[in-house]
């Protein structure tokens, strides 16, 4: 009885600030969330992976682990997810980033949390920033087929990554001042995103026949791909369970976003149909998911 007031309990406030922003988008179709997502792209996300990675215990060895791990789990998502699009016959370039690009860190990151506390949340940050390195880059080169460097340079979070690893590399002490500021923008940032993931659900336009089977290789061949990766490099304890449950995300909002600044629209709305779907059948195979990770990997 136990592990399910546990589960309750991971899953519950994420769920709720879900809600309080699908209600939101719903009451005001026009509600603008240009300034959450300046903020968390900005600002937010940068501080959540300067704290996340360097003030909550996870070594440069650890670290590297799990980012290689990640990029190990991306990897196989592509496999499967060519797979997938070419027997559909869908785009093998533009349709693949909502396949090998999970919502780590709008959803991933606070449920690691909610989980594992700050232990966990520092390893959950360590997979997000794989993924959030691949939006700004194969994410856009798949996007519009052509690689562009100056996306790269002008991307703060890549920037974040690269001052935490020198941090952890050079064990170097981070200031109380500004642990204590990343620390408040870090919750911030959860809440804010969380909400603007409810809102977001609203406005994307979806057709559950086409994205049925994508979305089904996204929430459930994710977790499957994880225990292979769990079993054969032998992980155990909490962290393989963040490993689990960042695996079982849905496909993020951001595969979008990019999406409609490069992609043609038809194959953006079968990008968005794809979000939506997937997101909604996490609803039920992330607590699935929740209650192996905390069954067995505790």
């Known amino acids: 009885m136990d592990i399910y007031i546990k589960i309750f309990e991971v899953l519950f406030p994420v769920f709720f600030v879900i809600g309080v922003g699908f209600y939101i988008g719903k ?7 240009n300034f959450i997502t300046n903020f968390a792209g900005n600002i937010g996300t940068p501080g959540m992976i300067f704290y996340t990675i360097t003030t909550t215990g996870v070594t440069l060895s650890i670290f590297s682990h799990y980012f290689m791990y990640a990029l190990i789990m991306i990897v196989c998502f592509s496999i499967v997810g060519l797979i997938l699009l ?11 980033p909502p396949m090998i690009l999970p919502n780590t860190g709008n959803m ?36 519009k087929k052509k690689f562009s460097i ?35 923008l870090t919750y911030a ?25 994508l979305s089904l290789g996204r929430v459930i061949l994710g977790p ?6 769990i079993n054969n490099f032998n992980l155990t304890n909490f962290a393989a369970g963040v490993l689990l ?9 951001l595969n979008y976003l990019i999406g ?39």
């Open 27 to 33: 009451k005001n179709p026009k509600f603008d969330t």
């Open 86 to 96: 070419f027997i559909l016959k869908r785009d093998l370039s533009m349709e693949l």
């Open 108 to 143: 991933g990151v606070p449920i690691c949390l909610f989980a594992y506390g700050t232990q966990g949340l520092g390893i959950a940050s360590a997979i997000a920033s794989v993924v959030i390195l691949f939006h700004f880059t194969l994410g856009v080169f798949l996007a």
């Open 150 to 184: 100056d996306v790269v340079l002008k991307s703060i979070p890549v920037y974040a990554i690269i001052i935490s690893v020198a941090f952890l590399y050079f064990n170097l002490e981070v200031p109380k001042f500004l642990e204590n500021t990343t620390f408040l």
């Open 189 to 213: 940032t959860i809440f804010l995103v969380l909400m603007s993931l409810g809102i977001a659900l609203t406005r994307l336009k979806f057709s559950l026949k086409n994205s049925i089977v």
């Open 224 to 229: 499957i791909i994880a225990f292979l990766i």
């Open 245 to 253: 449950i960042q695996s079982a995300m849905p496909s993020a909002i």
């Open 260 to 298: 409609s600044m490069y992609s043609p629209k038809k194959v953006v709305d079968s990008i968005a149909s794809t979000i939506v779907t997937s997101t909604l059948m996490s609803f039920i195979t992330i607590p699935v998911v929740v209650f192996f990770a905390l069954k067995y990997f505790n």
